[in-house]
């Protein structure tokens, strides 16, 4: 998270806690500009694509990524 923090300018957070309680799916928050908010969305959807054949992929849509 560091480093997605790092290279978008954008504050990330990952609530601990899964939002389903029978879930491993978690939460994201976005602080920042537009412009760096939109740029963290691109990287995680990229890492998340990344990963897709090792942890599992659960989906991502940028529309429904509150940005704060």
Same mark, same amino acid.
């Given at each position: 998270?560091?480093?997605?923090?790092a290279l978008s %300018?954008?504050?990330?957070?990952?609530e601990p806690q899964?939002?389903?309680?029978?879930?491993?799916?978690?939460?994201?928050?976005?602080?920042?500009?537009?412009?760096?908010? &939109?740029?963290?969305?691109?990287?995680?959807?990229?890492?998340? &694509?990344?990963?897709? %054949?090792?942890y599992g992929y659960? %989906?991502?849509?940028?529309?429904?990524?509150? &940005?704060?």
């Amino acid at each position: 998270l560091k480093n997605l923090q790092a290279l978008s %300018g954008c504050r990330i957070f990952v609530e601990p806690q899964a939002s389903v309680s029978d879930s491993s799916l978690r939460n994201v928050h976005l602080t920042g500009a537009p412009e760096q908010v &939109a740029y963290a969305q691109q990287l995680i959807a990229e890492k998340v &694509a990344q990963n897709e %054949g090792t942890y599992g992929y659960y %989906g991502y849509d940028p529309s429904a990524a509150a &940005a704060t």
